[in-house]
C-alpha cells in the first residue's frame, strides 16, 4: 500500500511539469494573437492619422471575440 501511495504521489508530480509546458504555449499564443489585434489597430490608427471610434471599436470587438473570457470597462459591450 505505500508503494502504491508514493507511486500515485509521483505520477502527479510528473504530470506537473507537461502540463506547465502545455499552458506556456498556450499562453503564447493568447499573447501572440493579442499583439496582433492590436498591431494591426495601431497600424491602421498610423495610416489615419489617429485612433477613431470605429477603430477603436474594431479593436474591441475583435478582442473580445478572440478573448471571450475579457470584460469590457464599465460593463459595456462594443
Given at each position: 500500500m505505500k508503494?502504491?501511495?508514493v507511486?500515485?504521489?509521483a505520477?502527479?508530480?510528473?504530470m506537473?511539469?507537461?502540463m506547465q509546458?502545455?499552458?506556456?504555449?498556450?499562453?503564447?499564443?493568447?499573447i501572440e494573437?493579442f499583439?496582433e489585434?492590436?498591431?494591426?489597430?495601431?497600424q491602421?490608427?498610423?495610416?489615419?492619422?489617429?485612433?477613431t471610434p470605429s477603430?477603436?471599436?474594431?479593436?474591441?470587438?475583435?478582442?473580445?471575440?478572440e478573448?471571450?473570457?475579457?470584460?469590457?470597462?464599465?460593463?459595456?459591450?462594443?
Amino acid at each position: 500500500m505505500k508503494t502504491f501511495i508514493v507511486t500515485v504521489a509521483a505520477l502527479i508530480l510528473i504530470m506537473i511539469f507537461p502540463m506547465q509546458n502545455i499552458q506556456d504555449i498556450v499562453n503564447s499564443h493568447k499573447i501572440e494573437r493579442f499583439d496582433e489585434i492590436v498591431y494591426s489597430a495601431c497600424q491602421k490608427a498610423r495610416t489615419d492619422g489617429r485612433f477613431t471610434p470605429s477603430n477603436i471599436s474594431q479593436m474591441k470587438e475583435s478582442i473580445l471575440s478572440e478573448f471571450p473570457d475579457v470584460s469590457c470597462p464599465f460593463g459595456k459591450r462594443v
